[in-house]
């Protein structure tokens, strides 16, 4: 029977709403998230039922699918090295999360390691407006701070585009994108004073950052980079590089993630 539930679900005209259903239960009141999913319009406050986190969801865009990772999928679990390394502190860390969205990995964290502080860093007007209103309602005042800029290698401004919500990063200046807009930019490596955990997730604007001189492991004692094949190193496989490049810096790099060729999540601690 479930094999056959799994190709009735994915049938093209009907995945969508398997999917709605599946996040829907994820999270309370679940009839109203299945109906705006379903409609592909309206928004509202939701709570996950697994950690109890309060979140705002705007239907008919790529935020059901930025909550179904974090708290469905669970692709921010660390790796056993990553977790050991945070308790290490002994106390709750500063997490640095570029590439914030709407702030799902902040709200994670916030739960994963209770009392932490998050520094959200994130360039497109319309997430900025949902990553803060998402951080208010779930972290307690004082402990957050969102930086509404680009994360990259120098402060100024950039053109950003190619693609809405979740998939838009900076672009190399040849490439076309009717969505494009010029953002503010600030040197990733003027935030990471006291960071414990750095969060980078920025759509192929990884790179420039990881081939940094200034890129090591004296930054933070725990990263999560998940990294994209877009604007990947040639003579090497993302994957490669990736892990390469980590190592490289003084980081022990482990993958807790897959996603499909050149994009994947690894988590690296300090050695």
Same mark, same amino acid.
Request: charged share 20%.
């Given at each position: 029977?479930?094999?056959?539930?799994?190709?009735?679900?994915?049938?093209?005209?009907?995945?969508?709403?398997?999917?709605?259903?599946?996040?829907?239960?994820?999270?309370?009141?679940?009839?109203?998230?299945?109906?705006?999913?379903?409609?592909?319009r309206?928004?509202?406050?939701?709570?996950?039922?697994?950690?109890?986190?309060p979140?705002?969801?705007?239907?008919?865009?790529t935020?059901?699918?930025?909550?179904?990772?974090?708290?469905?999928?669970q692709v921010?679990?660390?790796?056993?090295?990553?977790?050991?390394?945070?308790?290490?502190?002994?106390?709750?860390?500063?997490?640095?999360?570029?590439?914030?969205?709407?702030?799902?990995f902040?709200?994670?964290?916030?739960?994963?390691?209770?009392?932490?502080?998050?520094?959200?860093?994130?360039?497109?007007?319309?997430?900025?407006?949902?990553?803060?209103?998402n951080?208010?309602?779930a972290l307690?005042?004082?402990?957050?701070?969102?930086?509404?800029?680009?994360?990259?290698?120098?402060?100024?401004?950039?053109?950003?585009?190619?693609?809405?919500?979740?998939?838009?990063?900076?672009?190399?200046g040849?490439?076309?994108?009717?969505?494009?807009?010029t953002?503010?930019?600030r040197?990733?490596?003027a935030?990471?004073?006291?960071?414990?955990?750095?969060k980078?997730?920025?759509?192929?604007?990884?790179?420039?950052?990881?081939?940094?001189? =200034?890129?090591?492991?004296?930054?933070?004692?725990?990263?999560?980079?998940?990294?994209?094949?877009?604007?990947?190193?040639?003579?090497?496989?993302?994957?490669?590089?990736?892990?390469t490049?980590?190592?490289?810096?003084?980081?022990v790099?482990?993958r807790?993630?897959?996603?499909?060729?050149?994009?994947?999540?690894?988590w690296?601690? =300090?050695?």
């Open positions: 029977m479930l094999s056959v539930l799994r190709r009735v679900g994915a049938h093209p005209r009907l995945e969508p709403y398997v999917a709605a259903g599946l996040r829907s239960r994820a999270v309370r009141p679940s009839l109203p998230f299945f109906a705006g999913e379903a409609r592909s309206g928004a509202r406050d939701y709570v996950v039922r697994a950690n109890g986190a979140i705002h969801i705007e239907h008919g865009t935020d059901a699918g930025t909550m179904d990772q974090a708290f469905v999928q921010y679990e660390p790796s056993a090295a990553a977790e050991a390394a945070v308790r290490a502190l002994g106390r709750p860390p500063v997490v640095l999360d570029a590439g914030a969205n709407i702030g799902m902040s709200i994670w964290a916030s739960r994963r390691w209770p009392g932490c502080r998050a520094i959200a860093v994130e360039p497109l007007p319309r997430n900025i407006a949902l990553l803060e209103r951080l208010a309602l307690p005042a004082g402990t957050y701070e969102v930086v509404p800029a680009a994360a990259t290698t120098a402060d100024g401004e950039v053109t950003f585009g190619g693609g809405a919500f979740t998939n838009g990063r900076v672009l190399d040849g490439e076309p994108a009717s969505d494009s807009v953002v503010p930019a040197d990733l490596f935030l990471t004073d006291g960071v414990d955990v750095l980078l997730d920025i759509e192929g604007g990884e790179w420039p950052i990881l081939a940094d001189p =200034r890129f090591s492991a004296a930054l933070a004692p725990v990263i999560m980079l998940e990294h994209h094949p877009m604007n990947a190193p040639a003579g090497a496989t993302p994957e490669v590089s990736a892990e490049l980590l190592e490289r810096a003084g980081y790099a482990e807790t993630v897959t996603e499909f060729a050149g994009a994947g999540i690894l690296g601690v =300090r050695r």
